[in-house]
């Protein structure tokens, strides 16, 4: 016959209880939908609406129409509750709609420095002359 003492007893009842709490926690896991990714929804409807009203993205870049694709599958798949994918492809989307920001930000900013090097080039040039005239 084996004996229990007490101790023994308590240490089993202890890991029979952690067991259960984690088997019980382990199926809530697996059984629930996580939430709607509203936040990353609107962050990319956010980020997309910006580029659209900057002057330099124009509304037309492959960034800014994959971001709108992305959304709207985004979108879609929240309404098919596979929110996960939902999450994903709206980040991406806000990803991408910011990249569309960048680039169109960079392009102008380099406009504005080939404009600022051709002026100084002609300043330059007019600078000679006067300088040549003057002899």
Not at 1 to 29: D, F, P, V
Not at 64 to 86: F, G, H
Not at 105 to 134: F, I, P, Y
Request: aromatic share 0%; charged share 20%; hydrophobic share 45%.
């Amino acid at each position: 016959m084996i004996k229990t003492t007490s101790r023994t007893h308590g240490a089993h009842r202890t890991a029979a209880a952690a067991a259960a709490i984690t088997g019980a926690l382990l199926l809530a896991a697996c059984a629930s939908t996580p939430p709607e990714p509203t936040v990353a929804l609107k962050a990319a409807e956010q980020a997309i609406a910006t580029a659209d009203r900057t002057p330099a993205t124009k509304g037309v870049t492959p960034e800014l129409t994959e971001a709108r694709e992305k959304l709207t599958a985004a979108q879609a798949a929240a309404q098919k509750k596979n929110m996960v994918l939902s999450e994903r492809l709206a980040m991406e989307s806000r990803i991408d709609a910011e990249l569309a920001l960048a680039k169109s930000q960079a392009a102008a900013a380099q406009t504005v420095n080939d404009e600022m090097k051709r002026s100084n080039a002609t300043l330059a040039q007019e600078m000679q002359r006067n300088s040549g005239a003057g002899k």
